[in-house]
């Protein structure tokens, strides 16, 4: 199978199972395709130094460093940390703050999109 440039964009707040699966799925085509992995809107929060096992969901530590060790890009849209008026916290990987513009040309040049 050829190498696809896949970007797995992730909206959904952090507060449910979509962020994790879509950390999961990303990280299983890390293997096999050029992945970029982008958080906007509320999804921010999920790079934020917080604690998901209170409220019952696995953390997202292991995929976000799997993601590293894999080579995969991760990006944050500056506009939603700015207007939420957060910091991310070091995870120990490179995480790229993006303006939407920049978003928007990564997604454009991706072959395949996936949107949680």
Known sequence: MAKKKLTV??????FSWKTFEALRQAVGSAMNHEVS?????DAVYSLTDW??????????????????????????????LRERGINIKDWGININ????????????????????
């Open 51 to 80: 604690n998901p096992k209170l409220i019952g969901i696995e953390p997202f530590d292991k995929s976000i460093s799997a993601l590293g060790m894999m080579d995969a890009k991760v990006y944050v849209e500056e506009e939603a």
């Open 97 to 116: 703050i993006e303006p939407k513009d920049e978003i928007c040309e990564i997604i454009k040049s991706s072959e395949v999109v996936l949107t949680w």
């Open 37 to 41: 992995v982008i958080f906007m809107r």
């Open 9 to 14: 964009v992730i909206r959904a707040n952090p």
